[in-house]
T-cell receptor, first 112, second 112 residues
Framework: QKEVEQDPGPLSVPEGAIVSLNCTYS??????FMWYRQYSRKGPELLMY??SSGNKEDGRFTAQVDKSSKYISLFIRDSQPSDSATYLC????????????WGLGTSLAVNP | KAGVTQTPRYLIKTRGQQVTLSCSPI?????VSWYQQTPGQGLQFLFE???????NKGNFPGRFSGRQFSNSRSEMNVSTLELGDSALYLC???????????FGPGTRLTVL
């Protein structure tokens, strides 16, 4: 079992829809959680960074972490065709031996 | 500020050959991490360098090696290439080992 599980999709939604992307993780030591967006032929870029449980909002994007159920989510409101990309979740433990552990990524297509 | 640059962007090699990939981090960043990305395994951590010292290492065979120079530029080397080494190799830089990572566009390696 991978430490971070993510449904690869693909996910296809109409423009303007609310998108929900989800990951689960198994390691209780993870304390930092990230969402990255990766366009075709580009490297991942950081979208959201959260510490421990709770919500964080940035424009149309909301990241949610529920440590009790080991569940992390990214919500995209009013989705746009420019949001079409692969979204990767990642988790990081604290301490010196830190390693980012990644989900496989979910491919999202927002259709005009 | 210029972003992370990686050279070359594309490489085609044959089995048994070796390859060297290069990464120039964002100016002022001293930490460089390398990842392998494949459709089946996603992003997998290779190693991290900080101030010319390897700080962390993933679970890859010894054929994969790296180094970092005094100007923070980094190289990774793969010897005795195998078909399964075909992947997108991503480099990420950060100001320190605990800061946000910024990714380059990657080097697409194809092993025939």
């Amino acid at each position: 079992q991978k430490e971070v599980e993510q449904d690869p999709g693909p996910l296809s939604v109409p423009e303007g829809a609310i998108v929900s992307l989800n990951c689960t993780y198994s390691n209780s030591a993870f304390q930092y959680f990230m969402w990255y967006r990766q366009y075709s032929r580009k490297g991942p870029e950081l979208l959201m960074y959260t510490y421990s449980s709770g919500n964080k909002e940035d424009g149309r994007f909301t990241a949610q972490v529920d440590k009790s159920s080991k569940y992390i989510s990214l919500f995209i409101r009013d989705s746009q065709p420019s949001d079409s990309a692969t979204y990767l979740c990642a988790a990081l433990n604290a301490g010196n031996n830190r390693k980012l552990i990644w989900g496989l990524g979910t491919s999202l297509a927002v259709n005009p | 500020k210029a972003g992370v640059t990686q050279t070359p962007r594309y490489l085609i090699k044959t089995r048994g050959q070796q390859v060297t990939l290069s990464c120039s981090p964002i100016s002022g960043h001293r930490s460089v991490s390398w990842y392998q990305q494949t459709p089946g395994q996603g992003l997998q951590f290779l190693f991290e360098y900080f101030s010319e010292t390897q700080r962390n290492k993933g679970n890859f065979p010894g054929r994969f090696s790296g180094r970092q120079f005094s100007n923070s530029r980094s190289e990774m080397n793969v010897s005795t290439l195998e078909l399964g080494d075909s992947a997108l190799y991503l480099c990420a830089s950060s100001a320190s080992t605990t800061d946000t990572q910024y990714f380059g566009p990657g080097t697409r390696l194809t092993v025939l």
